[in-house]
């Protein structure tokens, strides 16, 4: 099993052009109710929140599905 690749909030905005830090930030406030804090995408490090890339775009993917199904 591969090491996950994690990365802060910046980083991984920095990295995926095509979310912004500020989007980034809403889907970690509301991790609770959105499914990312189940997800494992979101590593504790003390106060810092990093982010396991694979994890994060895995639960998009989720999300974008249901999206479609309610539509």
Aim: hydrophobic share 40%.
């Amino acid at each position: 099993m591969d090491a996950p690749i994690l990365k802060t909030v910046r980083q991984f905005a920095e990295d995926q052009p095509a979310l912004t830090e500020a989007g980034i930030r809403w889907d970690l406030a509301n991790r609770h109710t959105n499914g990312l804090e189940e997800s494992g995408a979101i590593v504790y490090r003390g106060r810092r929140i990093l982010i396991d890339r694979d994890a994060y775009i895995s639960w998009m993917r989720i999300r974008s599905h249901r999206v479609e199904k309610l539509a």
